[in-house]
Structures are given as C-alpha cells and as structure tokens.
C-alpha cells in the first residue's frame, strides 16, 4: 500500500479580480500506510483541493507530495498509481457495470483472463454479481455507488482517493454505503483518504480525522480525541451534531472557587445572564484568567433537565424557556432562550416538554470547555 507525506503543501488561485485565493494554505500532514483518513470540514474549506493535488489533478503553488518516499510532484496522473472515486458516479452510460469495471483495466492492456479474475472477485466483494450486465440507467444509487468504486479496486492501486462519494445518495443508502466502505477497507487493507463535508461520515469512518477551516488543518487525532478535546473553537463547533453550545463572559474570582459569568447583553433586560461555578479540574489552567473575557463551551448532552428547586449543585442550574421541541425518537432536543441567544440541550425522549415552558437546568462543569476569545485556541 502507501504512506502518504504532504509537507507545506500551498495551492493559491487566482481570483477573479486579480487577487490570489489561497485554497491549501502551507499544509502538513502523514497518512501512514493502511490508514483510512478523513478530511472533513466545511464547503471551500480546500479539502478537495487537497485530494487533487495528491492525485495530480492540480499542480502545488508550493510544497512536496510524497508517495512512499517518492515525491510526485512532477508524475503525472497515470504514473501515481491512485485510484479517485468521485462524487459523481461518472459512469459510461452505453456500458454495463461489468464494461464500466473493466474498462480502465482494458486500457492498460491487461490480460482478458486477469480482467475477468478482477471484476469478478471485486464484484463478489461489493455484491454485484446480479448487476453485472446492467447499464448505469438500470440500477439503484447504492448500485452505481457500487460500480464506481468497483472501477477504483480492480486496479487494485497503491492508494485510494474518495472524494464525497456518496453525498448524492439518500439518508438509507448513505448509512449502507458507508458500512460498505468501512468493511472494504478492512478487507483491502488499503490506504485511503476520504473527503467529506459531513461530520458524522468523518467520526464513524476515519481512523483519524482532519479537520481544515480556510485551507488550514486546525487539528488532526482519533474521532474520540477530536470530540473530547478539541483544539480550538472552530473545531468544537464543528465535530458534534448538534454543535457544542457558546456563551461569552468573564472569569471571576470568588473567595476559593472560580465563576464565569456570561456578558451582560446591550438592551437585554428580561433574562438573567448565566453564571456558572467552575469545576476542580478547570480552575487551575483558568487562575490566569481571572478578570479576563472567556469563551465558554458545552455540549448538548451536558446540560440535563433538574428539579426547579433542586440544590444539589449551587451555581450551577439555570432557567431557560424553551423555544422549541424536537422530538428525534431515542432523544429529544429543547432548543432554549438564554440571555444572549438560544442554546440547545439533549434530554431523554421519554420526557415530555412544551413550548414557553420555564426550566431549571444543570450543566455538568466536568465536560465544560474554555477557550481564549483572541486566538480561539482552547483554554482547557
């Protein structure tokens, strides 16, 4: 297979007006041989740039490419040996699947035994035997998904470049077809580098995930990691669906425990800004902070449904009217009016809420995430 190495890797356009657009900005990273990575980040993040540029489809404004050690930059396409599945099927449509699978073997001149062995060992793999003789027009999304990467295995190439390939399929093909993957990797024992805008794709898929923002990497690390401890404010927001929640204020000093308390709002008078207690393991990277404007993160799920007179955690419960209801079947979603703007808690589905109603809620400080309002990087 392939350890990919990308070092400072720059691309920069040119605009339409003359200026230069910077769509991979002075990027890093190793792919390890056999690894399934991820780039995950939002549209015009430069994440297809990126797999471009690593298949030779774009040439670097600067920086190297390396393919187990060998730097590609001046191989052309052909000589790479990648294989790239796109988020279109691109498919020939007069052929079957069998001639859409073969085709690119046929053009290196392979043997019709050898071709024949390989589609039908890659159609077995991705159970197409049924479909074979079908032309694109006869099959079903998943179906053609199917062909599509089939054409890309039977090459059986040193590295495999995914680029949202299944972004044009619906919810329960989706779901299907990126089983399908995870399974296909773990028999090829491939390396693959996967691009998608969707987060929850990127956690259940990549061993690690690469988050980019402007054509930058703002971290890369296990799904798990990324989730849990986030680098910056960016990344919190970005990995977790809903979205981890924001409240801006200022750190305070009370006697032995630390506070934050959310700013005051211009012109605001009917809610009451949250003010929150520190947890133990918080205080110590936030002492530096005392007096100093803060970004306070938390997560859905950490924000749990209390008693309206509950005193088991002084300093830490809040009321909020909910806004709105969204019942999902496993759990539900209370969209609520804070004093700066809504906010979001995950509850169990078995409890029952209604629109206006006033609440009490507690938020678990043990998950609680600080970051620095200036640089955005995380705090603790």
């Not at 690894?35 to 404004?61: A, Q």
């Not at 934050?260 to 530096?288: C, H, K, W, Y």
């Amino acid at each position: 297979m392939a350890q990919v190495v990308l070092e400072r890797l720059t691309k920069v356009f040119p605009g339409p007006g003359g200026e230069s657009i910077r769509a991979v900005d002075n990027l890093s990273l190793v792919v390890e041989d056999k690894e399934l990575l991820v780039l995950v980040g939002p549209s015009g993040c430069g994440k297809t740039t990126t797999l471009r540029l690593i298949s030779g489809l774009e040439e670097p404004t600067a920086g190297t490419i390396s393919i187990n050690g060998q730097v590609v930059n001046q191989l052309p396409p052909k000589d790479r040996d990648i294989a790239l599945v796109f988020q279109n099927h691109a498919l020939y449509p007069h052929m079957s699947a069998y001639e859409n699978m073969a085709f690119g073997l046929r053009l290196r001149h392979y043997p019709k035994a050898e071709i024949e062995r390989r589609v039908k060992d890659t159609s077995q793999i991705l159970d197409l035997n049924a479909c074979l003789d079908r032309r694109p027009a006869a099959l079903s999304g998943g179906q053609r998904q199917r062909v599509a990467l089939g054409r890309a295995i039977v090459r059986q190439p040193k590295l495999f470049l995914l680029d949202e390939p299944l972004s044009n399929l619906d919810t329960q093909t989706r779901l299907q077809m990126r089983n399908e993957i995870a399974r296909l990797h773990a028999r090829l024992g491939s390396t693959m580098i996967y691009v998608t805008h969707d987060q929850i794709e990127a956690l259940t898929l990549g061993h690690r995930v690469a988050v980019m923002e402007a054509g930058v990497i703002q971290q890369v690390a296990a799904p798990v990691d990324l989730y849990q401890h986030p680098a910056n404010r960016f990344v919190a927001g970005f990995i977790g669906s809903p979205p981890m929640n924001f409240f801006e204020g200022t750190v305070l000093g009370k006697r032995d425990a630390l506070v934050f308390q959310e700013a005051a709002r211009a012109g605001v008078t009917e809610s009451i800004p949250i003010t929150v207690q520190m947890d133990n393991v918080s205080m110590p990277a936030l002492r530096g902070y005392v007096g100093k404007q803060v970004v306070f993160g938390i997560r859905p799920e950490d924000i749990a449904c209390s008693p309206s007179q509950s005193n088991t955690a002084p300093g830490r419960t809040l009321e909020a009217v909910v806004e709105i209801v969204q019942p999902l079947g496993s759990e539900t979603y209370l969209h609520l009016a804070g004093h700066a703007g809504s906010f979001v808690a995950r509850v169990p589905a078995t409890d029952h809420f209604d629109v206006s109603q006033r609440l009490s809620f507690l938020f678990d400080m043990r998950h609680a995430h600080f970051f620095d309002p200036a640089t955005e990087r995380t705090i603790v």
